[in-house]
């Protein structure tokens, strides 16, 4: 089986732009949440989609956005860039119902740099 | 609120020593307790979980056992190797509300070991 994917790898964008990544879950995969992480802060929660909903979203702001198509694959955007969203996105997926003891499976990341 | 405090590194060892990460939670009820691992450039893969108190996680030579009383799960291997060199993670899903797909992290421990 194919694991997580996620398009691009790498992403330079200015200041006030805005960039959308995306990811493709493991076949049969229904839940897709989506993870910042930066040397400061460490790995956040950004959002988490299940069946096309938002269940549930991290402390980000509203430039932060997210959905989710009908075969699973997710888009997230970020609006009006700003040098600290410059990170390390990574998605992951997870069988069943998503809930808290299904294995999330993590894609290798969009690398996004903001000059 | 939830969180998970790992042991401040980095860590390093020589090939066949013993390991020991500390982790520690803080999370009402009973969540769910990961070890997740991260080798240079890509994202994370799981490396155990227990899901209930006294489940003992292990893979590839490394374990963990969920200690309620002392709410920890350190992350052991008997003997080390080169290619064990990596960032660690310790994570916890709770159950519950709006928990879906959210896993708090921890800090991370590189672990770096010599031949």
């Known amino acids: 089986k194919a694991g997580v994917t996620q398009t691009p790898r790498y992403l330079i964008k200015t200041r006030g732009q805005q960039v959308t990544l995306s990811c493709s879950p493991i076949s049969g995969h229904r839940s897709v949440s989506w993870y910042q992480q930066t040397p400061g802060q460490g790995l956040q929660f950004l959002f988490e989609?299940?069946?096309?909903?938002?269940?549930n979203k991290g402390n980000f702001p509203g430039r932060f956005s997210g959905r989710q198509f009908s075969n699973s694959r997710s888009e997230m955007n970020v609006s009006t860039l700003e040098l600290g969203d410059s990170a390390l996105y990574l998605c992951?997926?997870?069988?069943?119902?998503?809930?808290?003891?299904?294995?999330?499976?993590f894609g290798p990341g969009t690398r996004l740099t903001v000059l | 609120g939830n969180s998970v405090t790992q042991m401040e590194g980095p860590v390093t060892l020589s090939e066949e020593a013993f390991l020991t990460i500390n982790c520690t939670y803080t999370a009402t009820g009973y969540p769910s307790l990961f070890w997740y691992v991260q080798y240079p450039g890509e994202g994370l893969q799981l490396l155990l979980k227990?899901?209930?108190?006294?489940d003992k996680g292990s893979n590839k030579g490394f374990e963990a056992t969920y200690r309620k009383e002392t709410t920890s799960f350190h992350l052991e291997k008997g003997s080390v190797q080169v290619s064990d060199s990596a960032v660690y993670f310790c994570?916890?899903?709770?159950?519950?509300?709006?928990?879906?797909?959210?896993?708090?992290f921890g800090q991370g421990t590189i672990l770096t070991v010599h031949p």
């Open positions: 994570a916890l899903s709770k159950a519950g509300g709006t928990s879906y797909g959210k896993l708090t």
């Open positions: 227990a899901t209930k108190a006294d």
């Open positions: 992951a997926s997870a069988p069943g119902s998503g809930g808290p003891t299904d294995t999330q499976y």
């Open positions: 989609y299940f069946s096309e909903t938002q269940r």
